[in-house]
């Protein structure tokens, strides 16, 4: 049942959903800005779609492509850090 849940990428999409309740937590609760909440979200759910394309057994460019994606994205909010 577990081994399912993982082959299916439903953990994936699970821990996407929490990363978007953070995201909406952070624009609405904390008062980031959607270029703020991106740059500190948005690498994550990236490599989170990259995982979800391995565990479903996707080709290999499905995979890399958002790997590669989230790299602007982390310099991004690295740079935004730095400004601060």
């Given at each position: 049942?577990?081994?399912?849940?993982?082959?299916?990428?439903?953990?994936?999409?699970?821990?996407l959903?929490?990363?978007?309740?953070?995201a909406?937590?952070?624009?609405?609760?904390r008062?980031?800005s959607?270029?703020?909440?991106?740059?500190?979200?948005?690498?994550a759910?990236?490599?989170v779609?990259?995982?979800?394309a391995?565990?479903?057994?996707?080709q290999?460019?499905?995979?890399?492509?958002?790997l590669?994606a989230?790299l602007?994205?982390h310099?991004?909010?690295?740079?935004s850090?730095?400004?601060?």
């Open positions: 049942m577990i081994a399912a849940f993982f082959a299916s990428g439903h953990a994936a999409d699970l821990i959903g929490v990363l978007l309740v953070e909406v937590w952070l624009r609405a609760g008062g980031w959607w270029s703020r909440v991106l740059g500190l979200i948005g690498p759910a990236l490599i779609l990259g995982l979800r391995a565990l479903t057994g996707a290999w460019w499905w995979v890399a492509l958002p590669a989230s602007p994205l310099l991004m909010d690295l740079r850090r730095l400004d601060r």
